[in-house]
């Protein structure tokens, strides 16, 4: 809520006009609690659970019309029914886990210091914002997963998000209710560290959920844009992680490929991509005709 009647009253706090920006916050917000602007999360995520993975089911349903040369396992196929049973499963984790836990964690939004008020933050403010709670995440994530596929970690709570060996856009979020609350640390972490406007937040819980979509989707299209963020892993990478399944010891990291880097753990990735290369090449040689990606069973090389 913000501590003024009016747009006057904003204008003289501010000591300038407001911006279009800003007028539409104030006219949206004003009147509004700063807990009904946190749970506004609730929504975007259920809107973002529902309706970002809707095109890659037609994706799917569709792979006959050129879509099959995309996917990155063609050789598995999901019907409607199986993606309908992965989000019926993701939405009643949402509403039993997900939504509550939003609905709680208000004290440390407050705690924290994320601000509703005026001025707005800037396009750059923003994006610098954006840009560190990805990092921090990213790092983060990479040792929460890794230990996660420890022995005991990975039977009592990973082994659920490994049921779909080839993921699809549902199963983003498809995990035990543990890894749930798990995994929502070190996306607290970077709003933690570096607290902004409610709206950098927003735009946070969204961006990752939507990221975390794209990198689940089974598909490596070559118009992404997300192709061109440097050392993003993408569809392809978290793919093969998914693939090797619970032995994997490559591909612990959510956005980026650095920290597999750094710690070596990309290991079984950069060789089984050395094969399909060969592979690749082979078939070229002796003219037969590849009609895309394709994965060979191989075996992921431990790190360490
Ligand atoms: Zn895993
Ligand atoms: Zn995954």
């Known amino acids: 809520m913000l501590p003024f009647e009016t747009i006057e009253e904003a204008t003289i706090f501010l000591g300038r006009n407001l911006t279009v920006a800003e007028t539409l916050w104030f006219n949206y917000s004003a009147k509004k609690s700063d807990y009904c602007l946190y749970c506004h999360n609730i929504l975007f995520l259920f809107l973002i659970f529902s309706v970002v993975p809707v095109p890659l089911v037609f994706v799917e349903m569709m792979r006959s019309l050129g879509f099959d040369k995309y996917k990155i396992q063609p050789k598995v196929s999901l019907s409607l029914s199986d993606m309908f049973r992965c989000y019926k499963d993701v939405m009643r984790m949402f509403v039993l886990v997900v939504g509550p836990l939003q609905l709680v964690s208000y004290p440390s939004i407050k705690m924290i210091g994320i601000r509703t008020g005026l001025p707005l933050p800037s396009a750059w403010e923003i994006l610098a914002q954006l840009g560190v709670y990805f990092m921090i995440e990213d790092y983060?994530?990479?040792?929460?997963?890794?230990?996660?596929?420890?022995?005991?970690?990975?039977?009592k709570i990973?082994?659920?998000?490994?049921?779909?060996?080839?993921?699809?856009?549902?199963?983003?979020?498809?995990?035990?209710?543990?890894?749930?609350?798990?995994?929502?640390?070190?996306?607290?972490?970077?709003?933690?560290?570096?607290?902004?406007?409610?709206?950098t937040f927003w735009l946070w819980i969204a961006l990752r959920q939507i990221e975390a979509i794209e990198t689940h989707s089974g598909y490596d299209f070559p118009w992404t844009p997300t192709r061109y963020i440097p050392f993003y892993g993408g569809a392809d990478y978290h793919d093969y992680h998914h693939y090797v399944g619970g032995q994997s010891q490559s591909n612990f990291a959510s956005v980026f490929t650095y920290c597999d880097y750094i710690y070596g753990t990309d290991k079984g990735y950069r060789y089984?991509?050395?094969?399909?290369?060969?592979?690749?090449?082979?078939?070229?040689?002796?003219?037969?005709?590849?009609g895309g990606s394709y994965y060979v069973p191989t075996q992921d090389l431990k790190s360490e």
């Open 272 to 290: 089984h991509k050395k094969v399909l290369r060969k592979l690749k090449e082979e078939s070229r040689t002796n003219g037969a005709q590849n």
């Open 140 to 155: 983060t994530n990479y040792w929460i997963h890794r230990f996660l596929h420890g022995k005991w970690g990975y039977e």
């Open 158 to 199: 990973h082994r659920v998000h490994h049921e779909f060996t080839a993921p699809i856009g549902f199963a983003a979020p498809y995990a035990h209710w543990a890894e749930v609350l798990i995994l929502g640390i070190p996306s607290f972490l970077g709003p933690a560290i570096v607290p902004g406007h409610i709206i």
